[in-house]
């Protein structure tokens, strides 16, 4: 027996120990009216701060009711269906156009986007020998904590590391975008390499590429793709780059910012947010469920078997047993959600390029019953989210599971950036809201007259 496995019953004692000592009576909260989760019992968010970055819209206030209405969201004022609808019909790529657009405020002229694509592309370079000497070596087998190590470990190569000057954040973020992408991918194949032996190969993209296509140029042994693989996962990275102030990863940050603390500190804080399955993990989520269906739905195309399975997952016997149809619902958007409305514009294309209309039509299926069956247990409306499809997207694509999320992050680094910028602009506070302790104060008890338990 190793020392691990001597510790294991100490370790669970003190648990049991954690879990008497740990609860809080519900109806405290009720009580003292604290804000779970920062949200009223409307759901909607406690008011924290102000930004110009992005917004989210998902009802009218009429008479002092709250209307849901079909989900909107602007970045820097400007309707993302309106961007994508702009990039797209014009013929190129939107990700380093939707990056200047929410760091700078403003929609960049031709010859702006073709500097700031230049300059994120003379980023897009990891300091000598930074691939071997750490993202090699003890590769992880979660993509996002590579992602945050190697985040933390560029700290020691910034001469400039912990200055706060906007000047001086502006060039670290603009690094860290042109960065992500090398990280995850890398990231991914030492993992493929060490952990499951696989082929290691590491491509460097040519300058010229978008960061979609830099993406799946470094991912795939050919470095082949075509234009639609390219165009769609560029949407997806559009559409992820910004989602307002308040969801976790981006309300993380501004967090951390508010301390004073520097970027690559703040950066890892929000991975480690956007990590969480209630979080950027859910696209994996979306893909698992739909793999355990297809595998326990005899015939996909028979929708009251799909209902009735899909209540099984709603009553915990099925999956993962969490009572959750992943994709489904949102904190914030009830009647649609714009992310998702988009990309189901392009989602076929896709599908019929890959051959996966069938799957296509189960996951429309499932997004028409989902929200009739969560209607019934929760009585308000819910729509898919950007999760449902995103995850889909990547499947087609052929993504690693393992990357689905470290995506995301390469795609709301954009949003995280500009946030943090603002907020080191405009506040001069540390966030630090209050909590009330409900415990009963105690007389210190000396050693010899304790009991043991």
């Not at 009429?62 to 209307?67: A, C, R, T």
């Not at 296509?213 to 992820?240: F, G, N, S, W």
């Not at 355990?292 to 099925?318: C, F």
Request: with cysteine; hydrophobic share 35%; aromatic share 10%.
């Amino acid at each position: 027996m190793n020392r691990f496995s001597e510790l294991l019953p100490m370790i669970q004692n003190l648990a049991e120990k954690c879990t008497n000592n740990g609860h809080i009576d519900p109806e405290l909260y009720d009580k003292y009216e604290v804000k779970r989760g920062l949200r009223y019992k409307s759901g909607r968010g406690v008011l924290t701060g102000l930004t110009e970055v992005g917004e989210v819209k998902s009802y009218t206030i009429d008479d002092g009711e709250m209307i849901p209405c079909e989900g909107k969201l602007y970045y820097h004022g400007i309707d993302i269906e309106q961007i994508v609808e702009g990039f797209t019909s014009e013929g190129r790529f939107g990700f380093e156009e939707v990056c200047y657009l929410l760091i700078f405020g403003e929609q960049p002229t031709d010859k702006e986007l073709a500097d700031f694509r230049e300059l994120i592309s003379e980023y897009r370079k990891l300091p000598t020998s930074f691939v071997r000497d750490i993202i090699m070596k003890a590769p992880s087998r979660d993509m996002m904590n590579t992602l945050a190590r190697s985040v933390l470990t560029l700290y020691s190569y910034d001469e400039r590391s912990d200055d706060t000057d906007i000047d001086n954040v502006l060039r670290q973020s603009l690094q860290l975008i042109a960065l992500f992408p090398l990280l995850s991918v890398y990231g991914y194949h030492a993992y493929n390499h060490y952990q499951r032996g696989h082929s290691l190969f590491i491509h460097t993209p040519p300058s010229e590429l978008s960061t979609a296509e830099a993406i799946l140029y470094m991912l795939r042994p050919d470095t082949k793709y075509t234009e639609l693989e390219a165009k769609l996962l560029d949407i997806c990275l559009v559409v992820q780059a910004e989602h307002g102030g308040g969801n976790n990863s981006t309300f993380t940050t501004h967090v951390v910012s508010s301390s004073g603390t520097d970027t690559y500190s703040s950066v890892a804080a929000s991975l480690g947010s956007l990590k969480g399955p209630k979080h950027g993990g859910a696209n994996k989520k979306v893909v698992e469920m739909f793999t355990d269906i297809q595998q326990n739905v005899k015939n996909w195309e028979d929708e009251d078997e799909v209902r009735e399975y899909l209540r099984k997952i709603l009553d915990k016997k099925v999956f993962d047993k969490s009572g959750l149809i992943y994709g489904i619902g949102h904190a914030v958007y009830s009647l649609s959600d714009p992310r998702t409305t988009i990309l189901k514009q392009y989602v076929g294309m896709l599908a019929k390029e890959k051959g996966t209309e069938k799957e296509l039509a189960l996951y429309q299926m499932v997004e028409r019953i989902a929200p009739e069956l969560l209607k019934e247990k929760r009585n308000r409306p819910v729509s898919a989210n950007v999760d449902f499809y995103s995850g889909f997207v990547y499947r087609m694509l052929g993504l690693p599971l393992e990357l689905y999320t470290p995506i995301f992050a390469i795609a709301r680094i954009a949003g995280w950036s500009a946030h943090r910028i603002e907020e080191l602009m405009n506040s001069s506070k540390i966030v630090r809201p209050a909590y009330k302790n409900v415990a009963k104060h105690t007389a210190y008890i000396p050693m010899q007259e304790r009991k043991n338990n």
